[in-house]
């Protein structure tokens, strides 16, 4: 039967968002997944769709909700187990997957939970995308695939290793400076699935990584969004151990916020214009982010000699506007840095690879670094 969905899911670009047990039940996800199947194979034989998630406690469950759903309408799927939401969208761009879902409710607190579709592309549903998906969930039936033409399912547990052999590659890093400079990180990935990444990508780049909640449990400790106000036990970490700087990320790590290292958090909305500093020393040229993000960007461009270009709230529509433009970096002020020389998408691994890259290049302490621009808070 056709898709019915609750009244109070909250639908986005960004997927399908509720409560556990409440608007987001294994029924709802089986049915939802199973249309999305049948739309992106609607014009082939058949195909893959690449399944993640985060850590919490009901990602097991509606992933495989999710994976019976696709598997009733023909489809394989590729199971990459907990991930970050950029590992898996980078694998759905290298596989040439039918499109990709990431079972998460990103900084939301643990009662909830999401589904994020991706495109094969590699980005989330654009706003004509998703409209279509919509109309045909809602009025279509998908035919199920007879016993002999079920998908099938396989597991990729390579995924985040792919992803963090990629950030090590970037132009705009360079790893063996990073190295010399022998930093002591302070990182909190909040319990949720940063833990697949970044302990390994940091210690890769030569750090000595002191973490709190690197524990994949979903029972997360604070409020996981990364602002300011819920840093204070990474900056006490960072006190506490004379850490060089602190990194905290959300559960599906797509956001990046600092901390400097006296312990004070930085503000996400540096995160984004300190990395594009990186690039545009290298490469001038446009920044794209949200019409909501801080003036700051603006200032860093001009010192570079290049420009922003603003776009409508969205990390598809930043995505989309930054291909269209040839953007050089681009990202919102929340914390997300999309560098398009890996992909297009909020990716806090390659921001953090981007924050060290600063370091080497201002060879100075990050707090002096911050000061050189203005502050809009």
């Known amino acids: 039967m056709p898709l019915k969905i609750p009244e109070d899911l909250v639908v986005s670009l960004s997927g399908f968002r509720g409560r556990v047990g409440d608007s987001l039940t294994p029924e709802f996800v089986f049915a939802l997944a199973a249309s999305f199947g049948a739309f992106v194979s609607a014009s082939t034989a058949n195909g893959t769709i690449i399944i993640g998630r985060d850590s919490r406690t009901s990602g097991a469950m509606l992933s495989a909700s999710a994976t019976s759903g696709i598997l009733s309408v023909g489809c394989d799927v ?10 898996l969208m980078l694998a759905v761009e290298r596989s040439q997957a039918l499109g990709g879902i990431e079972v998460t ?3 939301n607190p643990a009662e909830w939970n999401a589904l994020k579709l991706a495109s094969p592309k590699g980005m989330f549903l654009s706003a004509e995308t998703m409209a279509a998906f919509l109309e045909f969930a ?3 039936d998908p ?3 007879a016993w002999d033409r079920l998908g099938s399912v396989s597991v990729d547990g390579g995924a985040a290793e792919r992803h963090l052999k990629s ?5 705009q890093v360079d790893v063996e400076e990073i190295r010399a400079l022998d930093l002591k990180v302070a990182l909190d990935c909040v319990r949720g699935a940063g833990a697949t990444i970044m302990p390994g990508l940091l210690e890769a780049l030569g750090c000595r990584v002191v973490a709190i909640h690197s524990e994949m449990d979903g029972h997360f ?3 996981p969004e990364p602002t300011a106000e819920n840093l204070q036990e990474l900056g006490d970490l960072v006190r506490r151990e004379e850490a060089d700087l602190g990194f905290a990320v959300d559960p599906d790590v797509d956001r990046l916020s600092l901390v400097n290292e006296q312990g004070d958090p930085v503000g996400e909305d540096l995160t984004l214009a300190l990395a594009a500093a990186v690039v545009l020393e290298r490469t001038p040229g446009v920044v794209v982010t949200n019409l909501s993000t801080s003036q700051v960007v603006e200032d860093v461009a001009e010192a570079y000699g290049s420009r922003v270009v603003r776009s409508p709230v969205g990390e598809v529509n930043v995505a989309s506007r930054m291909k269209s433009e040839g953007a050089v ?3 919102e002020g929340n914390g997300g840095v999309i560098l398009p020389t890996l992909h297009y998408t909020r990716d806090a691994p390659v921001g953090a690879a981007l924050i060290l890259q600063l370091l080497v290049n201002e060879d100075a302490p990050l707090s002096k670094t911050v000061a050189k621009w203005p502050s809009y808070v």
């Open 167 to 171: 950030v090590l590659e970037l132009p």
């Open 221 to 223: 400790p604070r409020d």
């Open 143 to 145: 035919e199920r695939a």
């Open 329 to 331: 970096i681009g990202g």
């Open 78 to 87: 590729v199971d990459l187990g907990i991930v970050a939401t950029p590992t």
């Open 105 to 107: 409710a990103s900084h």
């Open 138 to 140: 809602q009025e279509e």
